[in-house]
């Protein structure tokens, strides 16, 4: 996560029930969280704005984000 660059990041103040999942700085970049309608990811940045796209950690992320996100038991 060390090689990602932001040109920006905001203010993300942790959800109820959210797991940060990555931090720089002290400061939570990504959560996750179930709630009753869903699951749900909330990121303090925009990956556009990054160089998070070339970086391999871009596409373990996404892996299993889809995993996370998809239904459970198939």
Sequence with gaps: WGEV??????ALVPEPGADVLVEASDN???????ISTGREV????RPSESN???QPSFALFIANLVDWLGPRGT
Excluded: D, N
């Excluded at 660059?5 to 905001?10: G, K, N, Q, T």
């Excluded at 939570?28 to 179930?34: D, G, K």
């Design 5 to 10: 660059v932001f040109e920006r990041a905001y």
């Design 28 to 34: 939570p970049m990504i959560e996750a969280r179930t």
């Design 42 to 45: 909330r990121l303090a940045f």
């Design 52 to 54: 998070w796209g070339e």
